[in-house]
DNA sequence: GTCAAACTTTTGACTCACCGAAACATCCGC
DNA sequence: GCGGATGTTTCGGTGAGTCAAAAGTTTGAC
């Protein structure tokens, strides 16, 4: 099976899907699959029978689906396109971080290996894309550093933001605007388990309180000496 | 009927097919676009009555196609993305002439509008690809200046290689290898009918001779003064 | 003028990716 | 250990895009 577009993102859904369940071996459910991918259900089972049939996935039928040595290195190599991409369109091309991932979502399938590796050359080999999303190497082997959230980092202490979980344009703006971007400082004064929130200093010394909901999407590292 | 990439390329195809035939209004046959999309004559015929009924040709049984009014801005809008894009990866991100056509094919149907004038603006808005290919405007308008091809321009003279008829890599390699890229300056020393051959002089005052069917793919302008 | 060659259209069938609804498993509360 | 609620699979069906081969149309040679 040559991979379409269609199996690259349930490959792709698959892999950030158990990436979400945190023991990376566990089975994901059809069900989350079907939504993540906005497909019915009965969609999804075909689909990925079928990808079991190509050696992409093992697949225990009412239990779950989980991707095999060969699904996992196709769908990190997808998703190593996908970060350099909005890498690229933001450092090289100059557009908003907020504004490249639907893009990037349709250029990930098309980009030929030599696209790829140009763009990482002229990126210079990074990392992470704009978002602090950990960019997987040219084997399909993500270094993922484990960073804590907001609601699990100490308090405090100086943090460096490092990682924001969530793509929402309307989020990243405002991300953007209260100074909360990836290298941006902060720290965490207060947390409020009954109010549901976490009050904030941001670089500029100004204070904020956001929701539990958010701080959980906030991965940060806290600074050294 | 939302343009899908295979609508896309019927209607370059129509496009660039009908620039092939002289006069702008002819017929293109329907074994002319089965073979330039690779396609059986059947599968031609069943989309080209599908596009019909959308309003984006014009269709004559067993006479041909041509595009409606409609159908011509769409396709001259795939073809200014195409160019735009073969543009951008040779000037910005430094691939070689002769391997960006493959790309451009695909990336075509996927960059968004955001992206295609992102890249117009970082090009400074050029009004040809690399290989001398006019770039319609963002109103599906082009303007194509009329030039001789080397079996007809005037001999003896100074020309500027200004446009290759040929996206094959090999021919476009050995054209920068004897210098005929488009930009460079050249002499037509002779033309022999008979040998079927045209005998060329270039910059470095090097002398070639090529084929009247390689010849008839360069394009050239006279120089002033 | 006829007829065969060349081209075009029609027909029937196939694949991929999808949906909705009916049938089926699983698991939890009691 | 019964009965749902919840989740999953199966089943029949759709639309896009394609092919191969049969049927039809044009055209030019003679």
Chains 1, 2 share one sequence.
């Not at 699959?33 to 259900?41: C, K, Q, Y």
């Not at 996992?72 to 490249?100: N, P, S, T, Y």
């Amino acid at each position: 099976m040559l991979p379409s577009s269609t199996v690259e993102n349930y490959l792709k859904a698959i892999y950030t899907g158990v990436a979400g369940l945190v023991p990376p071996q566990r089975l994901l459910p059809m069900g989350q699959l079907a939504a993540a991918l906005t497909v019915a259900p009965g969609t999804a089972t075909t689909m990925v029978k079928a990808l079991h049939e190509s050696g992409l996935v093992e697949y225990e039928p009412y239990a779950g689906v989980r991707l095999s040595a060969a699904g996992d290195k196709l769908a990190a190599l997808v998703l190593r396109r996908h970060r350099l991409i909005e890498a690229f369109l933001v450092q090289v091309m100059g557009l908003r971080w907020d504004e490249v991932h639907d893009d990037a979502e349709l250029l990930e399938h098309v980009v030929s290996d030599r696209l790829v590796q140009r763009m990482d050359e002229m990126l210079g080999h990074p990392t992470v894309d704009p978002h602090g999303d950990p960019i997987p190497d040219a084997e399909g082997v993500l270094h993922a550093p484990a960073l804590p959230d907001l609601l699990q980092c100490p308090v405090g202490v100086p943090l460096t933001v490092t990682r924001v979980l969530d793509q929402d344009g309307g989020f990243l703006r405002f991300l953007e605007q209260q100074q909360l971007k990836p290298g941006e400082t902060i720290t965490v004064e207060q947390r409020d388990t009954a109010a549901d929130c976490v009050a904030l200093r941001t670089a500029g010394d100004r204070q904020l309180t956001i929701g539990a909901r958010a701080a959980s999407k906030l991965l940060v590292r806290p600074q050294e000496p």
